[in-house]
């Protein structure tokens, strides 16, 4: 099974960032598509933002998210972002990285999946 784990998560005020982290000791991120997620227990998991695999690179957000998050990789790092600015209440989620051949905001198109980190946006 190959392991996911994202971190970076935390507790921030309406209007911060934060800058949450998906990395593999396992394999190698470049060549495949990562997808951030969030879901709130007991609803459906949204689709955040996702990328293409290195070769590509090409990006996708949903709509609430647009001009605010931003996600990216560090192949060096072996590592994908997601950073999140003009952060709002409604952005309170378990926040998912997923690893799969194709990006999309579709939960069921990816293979692999973390544990998740906490977002708590509140004043």
């Known amino acids: 099974q190959v392991k996911i784990k994202e971190s970076g998560g935390g507790s921030v005020q309406p209007g911060g960032a934060l800058r949450l982290s998906c990395t593999s000791s396992?394999?190698?991120?470049?060549?495949?598509?990562i997808a951030w997620f969030r879901q709130t227990p007991g609803k459906e998991r949204e689709g955040v933002a996702c990328?293409?695999?290195?070769?590509?690179?090409?990006?996708d957000y949903t709509e609430s998210v647009k001009g605010r998050f931003t996600i990216s990789r560090d192949s060096a790092e072996n590592t994908v972002y997601l950073q999140m600015n003009s952060l709002k209440p409604e952005d309170t989620d378990i926040y998912y990285c997923?690893?799969?051949?194709?990006?999309?905001?579709?939960?069921?198109?990816?293979?692999?999946w973390g544990q998740g980190t906490q977002v708590t946006v509140s004043s």
């Open positions: 990328l293409e695999n290195h070769s590509d690179g090409s990006t």
């Open positions: 997923a690893v799969g051949a194709w990006a999309s905001l579709d939960q069921t198109r990816y293979d692999y």
């Open positions: 396992q394999i190698t991120l470049d060549y495949y598509a």
